[in-house]
């Protein structure tokens, strides 16, 4: 199969000014050639055109015009698989594209499956699997840092940092290597300090990027946001005054809110998702205990709690349950209502919490700025910026770095326990091969499958 000539619609589904089919393979241009043909009805004699051109034409269904086209043509290598590649641009109808693809397809191609563009890419090395992720992630980034990170990727940043320390650890084993089979003419007595300098350092820098890729998640995925309460206590009215529009009913009757409400806002490049839950509180309807308990279910789950307490009313058991649940959570306590008379202050809140305490009016506006600069506090604590920084951004490739962090420590701990050379060699190459799995080099045939499964079809 990796040798067919594969074709697909490259455009999002929809009717639209234009559409894409994409076509790769050896015979790619021959397939563009049997079908498409200029305004006369000759042939455009596609295979005698050069890499990088346009042609002008109609695609045809044996004698049937289909649709005006123009063609470009990528020849191998020069082009985003690396192989001959043809994009034909048509009308962006579904149904004209969906003929032209059908045409495309009884000439000599087969239909592509999901991201087998950007597989082949990276089966012919043009990219390696941190890119072919970066280009997914591009597609589906939802704020700008998403964006710049990926384009950063996409352009080899992590690939080459990952490149250079296998370099230096391929470097010391070939060392030691030659230590063993020479000893007459290398001598490693003074080098085992040098080499356990650098591998701390090594591992020095991996803590690092480990640190700040599980921060950078939330930059890239976006914060999970649970608003959790007793009945009336603002919550609903604090998602109505985030999204910026009467997202959820909001009513003097308590227990109004019954299933959660989810929304998605963006906060200076921070992806907020919302999740109004139902009040807390005892109750005998069978509907709102239902939504009570799918609650509590979001507060488990969540990257941060907000806790809204109304301050005009005294704290009760149902409040009290909330402080317990937030003790092992990412939680801001807001005292809403601070219009009205309070009842809870902020000393009384103190008593049960540790977390930070903010005073608030969501009826009047007040302490909202304040409740989204904390928020942008907790996540990002100046730790994570949108500089020339490299961060790894999906759980395999940190998952594989961390691997190699940790053979790194065997090596440390075996240079100081006084191990032997050899023994030393099998950690640096298992930290060698980690670092490799992170950008494709060992990866598994079945691995690289599930990551391009969930490209979508086209690319």
Known sequence: MENDTIAAIATPVGNSGLGVIRISGAEAVKTADRIIRSRSGS??????????????????????????????????????????????????????????????????????????????????????????????????????????????????????????????????????EAALDDPEHYDLSDHMDILHRKIVEMINDADKLISSSKDVRFLKEGIRVAITGRTNAGKSSLLNMLTGYDRAIVTDEEGTTRDVIEEKISLDGLTLYLFDTAGIRRSDNEAENLGIEKAYQYLE???????????????????????????????????????????????????????????????????????????????????????????????????????????????????????????????????????GSVIGQSTEDDLADRIFEDFCMGK
């Open 43 to 176: 042939g455009l004699d596609l295979c005698k055109k050069p890499t990088h051109t346009a042609s002008y034409g109609f695609v045809y269904d044996g004698d049937e015009c289909i649709d005006e086209v123009m063609v470009l043509i990528f020849l191998s290598p020069k082009s985003y698989t690396r192989e001959n590649v043809v994009e034909i641009s048509c009308h962006g109808g579904m149904y004209v594209l969906g003929k032209v693809l059908s045409v495309v397809l009884k000439n000599g191609a087969r239909l592509a499956q999901p991201g087998e563009f950007t597989k082949r890419a990276f089966l012919n090395g043009r990219i390696d699997l941190t890119e072919a992720e970066a280009v997914m992630d591009i597609i589906s980034s939802e704020n700008e840092f998403s964006r710049k990170n990926s384009i950063s990727q996409l352009k080899g940043s992590v690939k080459d940092l990952i490149l250079d320390l296998r370099e230096k650890l391929l470097s010391e084993c070939a060392l030691i």
């Open 301 to 435: 789950r969540a990257d941060l709690i907000l806790f809204m307490i109304d301050s005009s009313r005294e704290l009760d058991e149902n409040d009290l349950g909330i402080f317990e649940i937030i003790k092992e959570k990412q939680a801001i306590v807001l005292l809403n209502k601070s219009d009205l008379k309070a009842v809870t202050d902020i000393n009384t809140v103190k008593r049960h919490t540790d977390r930070k305490i903010l005073c608030i009016s969501v009826k009047e506006n007040d302490g909202i700025n304040e409740l989204k600069d904390s928020i942008r506090e907790l996540f990002n604590e100046g730790k994570i910026s949108d500089n020339n920084m490299i961060y790894l951004t999906n759980e395999r490739q940190l998952d594989a770095f961390t691997r190699a962090r940790d053979s790194l420590l065997l090596v440390k701990e075996g240079i100081e326990k006084g191990y032997t050379e050899d023994v030393l060699t099998v950690d640096i190459m298992d930290a060698y091969g980690h670092l």
